[in-house]
């Protein structure tokens, strides 16, 4: 296959359901020519509080699914799957570039963190694999990172409740303990929380806040740079979204995350 062909293949994003859309909505404003596939395992989700084995087994079948899509790169745009599966993904993928929230993201906090007490919220399994705290020790050893998994956060986000009473005072108690730790960062470990980002600058107002979206899109961006598959062609890119169910509402919610009309969508049986 010739390098332009190559080039202009799909980036393949996946996610729990349609939270990845986050992710996707800052890959199209930092990569506007790229060509992007999305599956959101909508009839699955969610998968914060499943287990290892059952996220790996659904991760393969996504994984198989983009493959054939014949993608050029792969993101992780959901943090569960990124702290109990990449490794799979890796094995799956080995010759291509794999990106992850979970590696931008602590990268990320570890240039935005002066103290070094990183705070983190995400799902109950992302927080109980303790991989956002192995990824920022491996990189910075004495840093401090104080978990916190915030398993009412989703629906509320879901339900549309992003200025809501009961969002606040959510926020609130789950943040209070992590609060009381000093820290001067916190990593939006969970693809659902970027939505909850004004409401959390107001209960946390001298936090910096690292949103892994943006910083996996940018990720991303140098990724492709490097691998010599930044699609030249400026002819206008390509959306393609695919989801294990289309739920009711799903539309609407899914434009929400995205900040644009979704197009494109089909619904593609797993498994
Ligand atoms: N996408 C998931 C994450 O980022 C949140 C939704 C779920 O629990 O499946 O952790």
Redesign the pocket.
Known sequence: MGMMARQQKPIGVF???V??LTVVRALMERLPNENIVYFGDTAR?????KSRDTIETYTEEIVSFLLGQDVKALVIA???IAAVAKQKVLQMAPSMPVLD?IKAGSEAALQTSHNRHIGVI??ST?VNSNAYAREIHSRAPEARVLSQACPLL?PLVEEGWLDHEVTHLTIREYLKPILAEDIDTLVL????YPLLKALIKQEAPDLSLVDSSVTTAEATAIALTQHHLVNPDHSGADYRFYVSDIPLRFRTIGEHFLGRSLGHLERVALG
């Open positions: 996610d729990s359901g939270g990845g989700v969610p998968y914060g509080m959901c943090n569960t929230v995400a799902t992302t989703v470990g969970c693809t659902h």
